[in-house]
């Protein structure tokens, strides 16, 4: 009998741990908030998500592919058309990484501030 212990994100060898270091990744997170909206092609996304290179958004894909959060999808045209999709798992995170981006819009100017003050009191 397999000796399985509860998940604790606070222990070391939590494999929860690898999921909080996937969905903390801004590039994964701005990912899941543009495929919440719609299916969208690979280059739209590059398109959209400003700053993000072909390299590390072919990377952030798989890599939530592969966690079955995006869905790939190949059509057999020429060239060949790829369309990736948010997963039912994904849109169960989609929705807290929409308020954790829009949060980020909304005070950023807050943060920014704060590190302000705390930079000129000697930090």
């Known amino acids: 009998?397999?000796?399985?212990?509860?998940?604790?994100?606070y222990a070391k060898n939590c494999p929860s741990?690898?999921?909080?270091?996937r969905i903390s990744n801004?590039?994964?997170?701005?990912?899941?908030?543009r495929l919440q909206e719609e299916t969208v092609r690979f280059n739209q996304l590059r398109r959209e998500i400003d700053g993000i290179s072909q390299k590390v958004l072919s990377q952030s894909l798989k890599q939530l592919e592969r966690d079955g959060l995006v869905r790939r999808e190949a059509f057999p045209t020429v060239p060949?058309?790829?369309?990736?999709?948010i997963t039912d798992l994904g849109q169960t995170l989609a929705e807290t990484v929409h308020l954790l981006?829009?949060?980020?819009?909304k005070n950023f100017d807050a943060v920014l501030?704060?590190?302000?003050?705390?930079?000129?009191?000697g930090g």
């Open 1 to 9: 009998m397999m000796n399985v212990l509860a998940p604790d994100v």
């Open 17 to 21: 741990r690898m999921v909080l270091d």
């Open 26 to 33: 801004k590039w994964s997170m701005l990912i899941l908030n």
């Open 80 to 85: 060949v058309t790829v369309e990736y999709s």
């Open 101 to 105: 981006t829009h949060w980020a819009e």
């Open 113 to 121: 501030q704060a590190q302000q003050r705390y930079d000129a009191s």
